[in-house]
C-alpha cells in the first residue's frame, strides 16, 4: 500500500480522529508509527432504517425461496416418473425427474447461503474490532508448579527403582508392531512364473472372440482384424478374467511382402500374425489398429506398435515389441498355436529380466 | 404431303427425322426382341455399368487409374465391391479434394444415389467383392442389442468410443463419430475398411453380428437415446465429468466469491 493510497484521515497527522485506541507514536527503535485502525464507515442499512427492513426483506425472501425449493424438490420426487423425458435447451433431452430433483435441491441450497452473506454483509454488525494477543509463555510460577509435579510423578512411578517393570515394559511397547510387519506376509505369495506362462500351448486352436468358433486361415483377410482367445476358455470360466488379461489375442494379416522382420514372417502363416493385445508398458488392452500403415497405438499413453516390423515400438513409452504368438494350421486346417508367447506378456516387472 | 416437304429444310427437322428414326427403333426392338427377365436384368447392370464407367473416367480415374488400377495417388478398385463405392461416395469422402493429408473427411455428397449405384456397378465389375447390404441385413428387426454392445465394445470401441462418439488415431488421424451416420454405411464400413480401418469379413463377424452392432448403435447414440443425465460431454465417463465439476463448478464458486467480496457494502463508496 502506498501512501497515496490511505485516506487523508489515517495519516498521522489526523490519529487524533482515528477510530480506535491503540495508536503507536515513532520513536527511535520504531521509526514508523502504527497507524491504528481506519475510521469506522457506515452502510446504508446503519443509517437508513427502510433500507435495513428492505435488506431484511430480501434476506427473508431468499430463506423462503430455499423453504418453496425444499417442497417442490419433495413435490418433484413424489410426482415426477423416473422414466419421463423432457427437452431443456441447451442440454437437450434429460430425465425430467433428475432435471427437476438437481433444480429445486440447488436452488434450496444456494438461496440458504445466498440469504446468510446477504444478511451478514448488510445486517449483522460490521464494526472492526481489536483484540490483542497474550504472551505465548506461561508465568514463571506456573512453570515452576508443572516442573515440580513431574518431577514428583516419576518418583512416584518408581520407574527409576523398579527396573523389572520398566524393562519389560519397554518390550512390550517394541514388540507390538511387529504383529503388523507379520501381516505383510499377505502380500505374498510371489507370483512365481504365473507372469510368465499364459493358457496358449502347442495346439490350442485360436477361437474367434465375436463367434466363438475356431479360425481358418480363409477367414482372416487382409486389411481385417481379429480378436482370439484359447481353445477350451470360456466366459464363464471361473479364471475368464485372470486368463484373458494374459492370453488375448489380435489376429491381422498382412501381404507376406510387407512384413519386414525375418522372425515375425517365420512366426507368421500366410501373412497372418498374431500378436498379444496387451500393451508392454502398463497392459492397456491396445487394439487400434491402423491397417494401411500397420501400426497399433495404446489409448493410454499413445505407445505405437509397427506390425509389419515385429511390432517395434516406434513411439511412446513402451519399452518392449509386442509379443508374437508362433501359428500354424492344424490337419484339420484351423489355426493352431505353436506353443506359448517365448517371453512374458504385459508390462515389464522386476524379475523380467 | 405438300406441306410436309416444304419444311423439309427447316431447321429442326433433322431433329424430328431423328427422334423418329430412334423411337421405331426403340419400338420395333422392344417389340421383336426376346423378353426374357434376366436378359432385361443384364441389360440393365451392363447399362449401369457402361454408365458408371463414364462417370469413373471424368471423377475417378485421374487418382485411381482409367482401368482401376490404382496410381501413386490411390489405391487399386480392383475387388473391392459395390459396398466400398458405396461407403466412399455415398459418405462424401470420394472423391477426396487431395490425397495428402492425414485422411479424408466425410463431406458433401456430389453423386446422386443412382449414380453411385452406377459406379458400384462399374467398380464391381472389375473384380468380385462385398455388395451394398440391404435393409434385410442392417434393419432392427431380429437385432440382439445387448448381444451388441459387447461386441462393439470388442471389436470397435477401442477407436470408436465406447458409445461411438469416435476418438484420436496417430499423426492427425482419427476415428469419426457414429453419431447420424447411415445404418448402411456402418455396415459398408465394417465389411469394407474404409481408409486406415480394419475390415471386418462376415467370416470373423457374421452378418447377425454386424446387425446387433448397428442395434446397439442405434440404442446408444442417436436421436432416440435416452440420456438421463443430460449434457453427457463426449460420453468418456467420469474423467471428463469430473474435470468439468472441478473447472465450471469450483470456478463459478470462486467467480461469485470474488463478486461478492469486490462490492462493497459501505454506504460511502471509495
Known amino acids: ?353 | 404431303m405438300k406441306k410436309l416437304s416444304a419444311r423439309r429444310r427447316h431447321p429442326l427437322a433433322a431433329l424430328v427425322v431423328l427422334l423418329l428414326a430412334l423411337a421405331a427403333t426403340g419400338g420395333l426392338y422392344a417389340a421383336f426382341a426376346p423378353a426374357s427377365k434376366a436378359q432385361a436384368d443384364d441389360t440393365a447392370q451392363s447399362l449401369a455399368i457402361d454408365e458408371g464407367k463414364k462417370l469413373y473416367a471424368v471423377g475417378c480415374a485421374s487418382c485411381h487409374g482409367t482401368g482401376g488400377q490404382g496410381t501413386s495417388d490411390g489405391p487399386s478398385l480392383v475387388g473391392v465391391g459395390a459396398a466400398a463405392v458405396d461407403f466412399q461416395v455415398g459418405t462424401g469422402r470420394m472423391p477426396a479434394a487431395t490425397s495428402q493429408g492425414a485422411q479424408v473427411p466425410s463431406k458433401k455428397v456430389i453423386y446422386t444415389q443412382a449414380e453411385i449405384d452406377q459406379l458400384a456397378a462399374f467398380i464391381s465389375s472389375l473384380g468380385a467383392g462385398p455388395s451394398v447390404p440391404t435393409e434385410a441385413d442392417y434393419g432392427p428387426e431380429g437385432a440382439d442389442i445387448a448381444k451388441g454392445g459387447e461386441l462393439f465394445r470388442t471389436n470397435c470401441a477401442q477407436c470408436h468410443n465406447f458409445t461411438g462418439k469416435g476418438g484420436a488415431l496417430t499423426k492427425g488421424k482419427y476415428a469419426p463419430t457414429l453419431e447420424g451416420v447411415d445404418p448402411k454405411h456402418i455396415y459398408e464400413a465394417m465389411q469394407t475398411g474404409p481408409q486406415n480401418m480394419p475390415s471386418f469379413p462376415d467370416t470373423t463377424l457374421s452378418e447377425q453380428n454386424k446387425k446387433d452392432i448397428i442395434a446397439y448403435l442405434h440404442a446408444v447414440n442417436s436421436d432416440e437415446t435416452n440420456n438421463p443425465g443430460g449434457l453427457e460431454l463426449g460420453g468418456l465417463g467420469p474423467v471428463s465429468e469430473g474435470l468439468f465439476a472441478w473447472i465450471f463448478g469450483l470456478g463459478a464458486l470462486i467467480a461469485v466469491a470474488v463478486w461478492v467480496a469486490a462490492r462493497t457494502a459501505k454506504a460511502k463508496k471509495s
Not at chain 1, 20 to 44: C, I, K, M, W, Y
Not at chain 1, 54 to 61: D, G, H, L, T
Not at chain 1, 211 to 216: A, G, K, Q, V, W
Not at chain 1, 273 to 296: D, F, M, N, R, W
Request: net charge negative; glycine share 8%.
Open chain 1, 1 to 353: 500500500m502506498s501512501s497515496q493510497d490511505i485516506p487523508e484521515e489515517n495519516l498521522p497527522a489526523e490519529q487524533d480522529h482515528a477510530h480506535g485506541s491503540a495508536v503507536g507514536v515513532a520513536d527511535e527503535q520504531n521509526p514508523f508509527a502504527d497507524p491504528g485502525l481506519p475510521p469506522h464507515e457506515h452502510r446504508v442499512q446503519d443509517i437508513d432504517e427502510r433500507a435495513a427492513k428492505r435488506s431484511e426483506r430480501a434476506v427473508a425472501f431468499l430463506f423462503t425461496l430455499s423453504m418453496l425449493a425444499t417442497v417442490g424438490f419433495i413435490a418433484s420426487y413424489v410426482a415426477i416418473p423416473a422414466d419421463k423425458s423432457v427437452f431443456v435447451f441447451p442440454i437437450g433431452h434429460l430425465s425430467a425427474l433428475n432435471f427437476a430433483l438437481g433444480l429445486t435441491l440447488g436452488t434450496a441450497l444456494f438461496t440458504i447461503g445466498a440469504g446468510a452473506v446477504h444478511w451478514a454483509r448488510t445486517l449483522m454488525s460490521d464494526v472492526e474490532v481489536a483484540d490483542e494477543r497474550h504472551a505465548i509463555a506461561a508465568p514463571p510460577e506456573v512453570r515452576a508448579k508443572v516442573h515440580a509435579d513431574f518431577k514428583q510423578g516419576a518418583k512416584e512411578s518408581a520407574l527409576g527403582r523398579r527396573k523389572l517393570i520398566r524393562n519389560t515394559m519397554f518390550g512390550a511397547i517394541a514388540l507390538v508392531p511387529l504383529s503388523g510387519v507379520v501381516l505383510l506376509r499377505d502380500l505374498g505369495p510371489l507370483p512365481e512364473d504365473k507372469l510368465r506362462h499364459t493358457l496358449w500351448s502347442k495346439g490350442k486352436l485360436l477361437v474367434n472372440m465375436n463367434t466363438n468358433e475356431p479360425l481358418r486361415p480363409s477367414d482372416v483377410a487382409v486389411g481385417s482384424l481379429t480378436f482370439a482367445k484359447p481353445e477350451g476358455l470360456e466366459e464363464h470360466d471361473e479364471e475368464f478374467q485372470n486368463e484373458i488379461a494374459k492370453a488375448a489375442l489380435m489376429i491381422v494379416r498382412l501381404q507376406p511382402d510387407n512384413i519386414k522382420d525375418k522372425q515375425e514372417l517365420d512366426w507368421s502363416y500366410q501373412g497372418i500374425v498374431a500378436y498379444s493385445k496387451i500393451c508392454t508398458h502398463v497392459g492397456c488392452p491396445i487394439s487400434l489398429y491402423e491397417q494401411q500403415t500397420h501400426h497399433v497405438l495404446c489409448p493410454c499413453h499413445q505407445s505405437t506398435f509397427d506390425l509389419s516390423d515385429g511390432a517395434r515400438v516406434i513411439f511412446g513409452p513402451a519399452g518392449h515389441a509386442l509379443p508374437q504368438l508362433r501359428i500354424g494350421v492344424n490337419d484339420e486346417g484351423y489355426l493352431e498355436a505353436l506353443g506359448d508367447f517365448e517371453e512374458p506378456v504385459g508390462p515389464a516387472f522386476w524379475e523380467r529380466g
